[in-house]
């Protein structure tokens, strides 16, 4: 039993050390996947894309109700525009100017005492304060306004990015909290993981180009790139994982697909994606050798006993 078991162990260590162009499995996966939602409550007034639609970058998904926010947006406009408070503050100030001119005037001629000037100082002093007063008023009004319409822009869905909807969890009339509406997933390019074993580290490295076998029927052969490679082990299973760029612009290939990688030629930095209407091509698996060198555990045939003299 001792015997055996160490046998098992050199062909299991053989397979694990094997080399970079042998077939690897892997998985398929898209690029990017975001699940849309918004950061108000609210209740949902329009959706406007199906599963399986195609989407682009910053196309409404979806709607909520918005008569509130649409209301208090003319609220804040009515008040940005409102030029009424600076016309009379600054009517104020031309009056101020000219009380003050004629008081300094009828002081320089001794016909009023140095308090009187003073009180006039004062008043173009305060309605100086209050045209500034109304012209703060009206920015404020004009921050306002730009507060309302960034809280109705919070309440319209858009993609983050080219993708398909793959997923739509509420429909219409329903209360939007802390769930997410659609899930939107970018399939172009795809993105390849590929689990290695400890001995390749080192072998793999970004811009390598890979032979990708997707599990469908009618897909062949493609190529995909290396753009990162762990670089801490997963001590448990003495792996690293490694990332691999697939682009998919007709989404010909769809994302979850288990596949089979082989990087047979490591020089080669400069492939081209096949099309997925290539014949599927056979990829050889690695077959299982036992090592010459090892010891022969055949059994023999027992050999008669010695006969003692």
Known sequence: MKTLATLLALIAFGATAAPADQPIGCLIEPDQTADIGTATTGVLADIRVERGDIVRAGQVLATLRDTVERAQIGVAR??????????????????????????????????????ALDQAEAEHRVSA??????????????????????????????????????????????????KPVLRVAKLNPLRVEIVLPNTLYGTISPGMIADIQPD??????????????????????????????????????????????????????????????????????????????????TRRAPTAPRQRM
């Open 78 to 115: 009515s008040r940005a525009q409102t030029e009424a408070d600076i016309r009379a503050a600054q009517a104020n100030v031309l009056l101020a100017d000219e009380r003050l001119k004629r008081a300094r005037d009828l002081h320089a001629r001794k016909f009023i005492s140095a308090q």
């Open 216 to 297: 469908l029927p009618g897909l062949g052969v493609l190529n995909a790139q290396v753009t990162r490679v762990d670089k801490v082990m997963d001590a448990a299973s003495n792996t690293f994982r490694a990332r691999l760029t697939l682009p998919n612009a007709d989404h010909a290939i769809p994302a979850g697909v288990r596949c089979i990688a082989a990087f047979v030629d490591r020089q080669d930095t400069g492939g081209s994606v096949k099309p997925a209407s290539v014949p599927i091509q056979g990829v050889d698996r690695p077959a299982l050798r036992i090592d010459s060198a090892l010891p022969d555990f």
């Open 129 to 178: 304060e209050k045209l500034a007063q109304a012209r703060d008023f009206q920015q404020i009004s004009r921050r306002e306004l730009d507060l309302a319409e960034a809280r109705l822009g919070e309440r319209v869905l858009h993609s983050p990015f080219d993708g398909i909807v793959t997923d739509r969890y509420l429909s219409v009339g329903e209360r939007v909290e802390d």
